[in-house]
């Protein structure tokens, strides 16, 4: 069925390629065959989307409770998750593991079968509480295509991680079904970091508050907390996936890209749109970065944003460094940048 709808998409799209072309010529070149790029009019295919006002927030967790451990990305030893299970345990939750979780396909935790079925049997499990991804590397948005999340809806369930497993946050939060970026079960290793996952998944407060740098723009802005992984969000773009950040707080963070790379990201938020329709940015972690001849990180932020009159957030440790704090993907949040601090906060 999933492939039927998909094939009519595509169907759909080819139907329209001659109209395409003709609104692309009439927008993009004037009388005198001059590029005349219309930003306005680009702009308007993001301007119209719709936002997304469901919010679907799973139960949170109790001592007792079920979760589970899924590998959609890289493979994973035993050894590298011994720590984190146990911290698991720790907290009074009966751990289940992906029945994918130590297969070895190349770089993968199993073929891409594998890693489908291992994961969906965990969603389509009533008993299961939570999903912890075991590790992030490549290939969550292999199997995200294939699998029903839409019976997250009336079943939600918790899914955490981050970098790889920013596909599995977009396609959720896509739905309106909440989720939380923060460490994975093989890097539970900062207590710091690992205390605020906890906290985040039992229902305990978790707002968070910096002193604000001279990178930071005061403001205030509210909406969906969305994003992650900005190699991800990038690589789902013009997809059924596509980020939907309308009217939402942009997270990203990365790591070990070029910094022309961040500027080639950023420069496709900018024109495809969803820059404009943002109502705040929080900037997390950008580790081993390689700048070359490019521009600092914070100028090639700054000049993507400085046009937009939003707050952006400097500060927060979220994404492949140490700490790594848990976030909620998909909820409303109030992101409010002063002139001696910035914070976010969450409904």
Same mark, same amino acid.
Request: proline residues 5%; charged residues 25%.
């Given at each position: 069925m999933r492939l039927k709808t998909c094939m009519a998409a595509l169907a759909s799209v080819l139907m329209l390629a001659p109209s395409c072309k003709k609104i692309y010529e009439e927008n993009y070149y004037n009388t005198t065959n001059e590029s005349v790029y219309n930003y306005e009019y680009y702009q308007k295919v993001l301007l119209d989307q719709k936002e997304i006002t469901d919010d679907i927030r799973p139960p949170y967790l109790k001592k007792g409770d079920t979760v589970a451990v899924f590998a959609a990305s890289n493979k994973v030893t035993k050894s590298e998750l011994s720590a984190g299970i146990a911290k698991l345990k720790e907290w009074g939750l009966n751990v289940v593991e992906a029945d994918n979780l130590y297969e070895d396909?190349?770089?993968?935790?199993g073929t891409q079968s594998q890693r489908i079925l291992g994961l969906q049997k965990l969603i389509?499990?009533?008993?299961?509480?939570?999903?912890f991804s075991a590790r992030g590397g490549y290939g969550a948005a292999q199997v995200i295509p294939f699998l029903d999340l839409e019976k997250l809806k009336d079943q939600p369930k918790w899914a955490v991680g981050y970098s790889d497993v920013t596909a599995l946050h977009v396609a959720l939060n896509n739905l309106g079904i909440e989720?939380?970026?923060?460490?994975?079960?093989?890097?539970?290793?900062?207590?710091?970091?690992?205390?605020?996952l906890r906290k985040a998944l039992f229902g305990e407060t978790v707002s968070?508050?910096?002193?604000?740098?001279?990178?930071?723009?005061?403001? $205030?802005?509210? &909406?969906? @907390?969305?994003?992650?992984?900005?190699s991800l969000i990038y690589s789902l773009g013009g997809t059924l996936f596509d980020l939907n950040a309308k009217d939402a707080i942009l997270l990203i963070e990365d790591t070990g890209e070029s910094n022309y790379h961040l500027d080639r990201m950023l420069t496709n938020? $900018?024109?495809? &749109?969803? @820059?404009d329709c943002i109502k705040g940015l929080v900037v997390g972690e950008f580790t081993n970065m390689n700048q070359g001849s490019d521009k600092p990180?914070?100028?090639?932020?700054?000049?993507?944003?400085?046009?937009?009159?939003?707050?952006?957030?400097y500060g927060l440790g979220v994404g492949h460094g140490t700490p790594n704090y848990a976030v909620y993907m998909g909820r409303q949040a109030k992101l409010v940048v002063a002139n001696d601090k910035a914070t976010l906060t969450f409904e």
């Open positions: 396909d190349g770089r993968y935790a389509d499990n009533p008993n299961i509480k939570a999903l989720s939380i970026h923060g460490p994975m079960v093989n890097k539970m290793t900062d207590a710091e970091s690992v205390e605020t968070y508050s910096f002193p604000t740098t001279q990178d930071c723009i005061t403001g $205030k802005g509210e &909406g969906r @907390l969305v994003g992650g992984n900005l938020l $900018k024109l495809s &749109g969803k @820059l990180i914070n100028e090639i932020i700054l000049s993507k944003v400085k046009d937009l009159g939003i707050p952006v957030m």
